[in-house]
């Protein structure tokens, strides 16, 4: 019964994830598109938000015997260049191409993970777990569409932000994994959390010094930030959760949901006449997409039987 608490807990906060970074990707894509700054200006401010927001709760968890600095300091640094480099893909790729076009195509990622923990990690996935992974894949392939392929820059950029966030994935995991070996009686959900807190308040420190802008500054920005830097910073907690309890793999099967749930979001936006967001689709689409969803769905299924 504790098992299956732990696993439900997990689904619970990776589902969380997808639906926060879907909102969170729409906001990008709207200051991408209509900001002076871009979105690598809104990106700078929030790292910023979500680096002071993180800073108490980095000093209420972190132990009053230290950590293993040696030990901690090479997989946060290297989870901190991954991260980074990926989100700049990303806003690449969002400021090319709608948000239900681009974000989809994360669920590539999780072909990249199970190849680094397969061939990196020596840690072969079962043919449950393959089929699983498969079927994200599909699903991912089908929200694309043929009549109106992505292009091939937004489709490289993304291969390339999707290699860097399953190795940030990875990395994720070697931090909770030190931290927690500092207060091994502690649980591991204490590691996951202030993994999140030594992420982030590291990443705002990052950010400082490309704050001062050059131009006029656009009004209520520090705002825009912040609601992004709070769906955004939301998200990432439940992923931490997520991972923390059921390891990458799984978490990235169920932070994929934010695909579907992009997919979802972009439509109704554009039902709504936020068209330089997105564009309506027709009937036959979304058949399409609600079949991928229900793809989706059922990879999710396959690999919790596969944990539980």
Not at 50 to 75: E, T
Not at 163 to 189: E, K, Q, S, T, V
């Amino acid at each position: 019964m504790e098992h299956l608490g732990t696993v439900a807990v997990g689904v619970g906060a990776g589902l969380a994830s997808g639906a926060l970074n879907a909102v969170a990707f729409l906001i990008s894509r709207h200051h991408a598109t209509t900001s002076p700054g871009g979105g690598q200006r809104l990106l700078v401010l929030a790292h910023v938000v979500m680096g002071i927001a993180s800073l108490p709760l980095l000093w209420m968890l972190w132990p009053a015997g230290g950590v293993d600095i040696a030990g901690c300091l090479p997989p946060l640094a290297g989870l901190i260049g991954c991260y980074l480099a990926s989100q700049g893909f990303l806003l690449a790729s969002l400021k090319r191409a709608d948000a239900s076009r681009v974000v989809p195509l994360l669920g590539l990622k999780i072909v990249m993970l199970a190849l680094l923990v397969t061939f990196l990690l020596r840690t072969p996935l079962d043919a449950r777990q393959w089929f699983a992974v498969g079927a994200t894949v599909v699903a991912a392939a089908v929200l694309q569409g043929r009549r109106d392929p992505v292009p091939a820059a937004v489709v490289t950029m993304m291969l390339a932000a999707c290699l860097g966030f399953a190795a940030a994935d990875l990395l994720i995991i070697r931090l909770i994994d030190a931290l927690h070996a500092a207060a091994p009686a502690r649980p591991r959900l204490w590691a996951s959390s202030l993994a999140l807190a030594a992420t982030y308040v590291s990443c705002g420190l990052l950010a400082l010094p490309f704050v001062p802008a050059r131009g006029p500054r656009r009004h209520g920005e520090w705002g825009a930030a912040a609601w992004y830097g709070g769906v955004w910073l939301g998200g990432m907690a439940a992923l931490y959760v997520c991972f923390g309890l059921l390891g990458p793999v799984f978490g990235t099967v169920l932070q994929s949901s934010r695909g579907i749930l992009a997919v979802v979001f972009g439509a109704a936006l554009a039902h709504l006449g936020w068209h330089e967001l997105e564009q309506r689709v027709d009937r036959a689409t979304l058949v399409r997409r609600v079949a991928a969803a229900l793809l989706m769905t059922a990879a999710i299924a396959v690999y919790v039987v596969d944990v539980a």
